[in-house]
């Protein structure tokens, strides 16, 4: 897997420069939680800012058979985790999708995800007029007791893969 994410490293990165200049969503600090030998699913976290009201809609990855946007919240006083049609991102405002909240949701994982590694992650978003437009990254992969906020361990290394920003702004990535 590492040849392979090292090849779609290059493509993405070279694509992310492509569609900077038409940066209409911003990601921060994305990263996928690490799994243990057999586990067969994981979430991608993030912090989504968008100049113009949209809406993530989807996701992809070949790491996992499924990718799913997901939501956690409390029913009958029991907390469920669902999938969700679209999360929206009002115009300015910066949505955190967390654990224990909003996340992207790897299901049916082709094989262990471990720390250190790249995750190539395609996000699909749709504007209000129902045009829709997607975005490739890599997230970098943190242990499995890394705290909501992303920041574990001490590594000092930020969190936006290979410890550069995907745009040259100093976030992560932006769509078209």
Known sequence: MNTFILRAAFGISAMVIAVASHAQVVIDEPWVRATVP????????????????TKLVGAASPVAEHVEVHE???????MKM????????????????????Y??????????????QQVPLTLMFESPDGQRSSMEL??????LSTPAGGHGHG??????GHG??????????AMQ
Do not use: W, Y
């Open 38 to 53: 057999n586990q067969s699913g994981t979430g991608a976290f993030m912090k989504l800012t968008s100049e113009k009201d």
């Open 72 to 78: 956690m919240a409390m029913e009958n006083n029991v």
């Open 82 to 101: 669902r999938q969700i049609p679209g999360l929206e991102l009002p115009a300015g405002q910066t949505v955190e999708l967390k654990p224990g909240g």
């Open 155 to 160: 590594h000092g290394q930020p969190a936006h």
């Open 164 to 173: 550069q920003p995907a745009h040259g702004h100093g976030h992560g990535a």
């Open 103 to 116: 996340h992207i949701m790897f299901l049916n994982l082709h094989q262990q995800v471990k720390e250190g």
């Open 138 to 143: 890599l997230a970098p992969v943190k242990p």
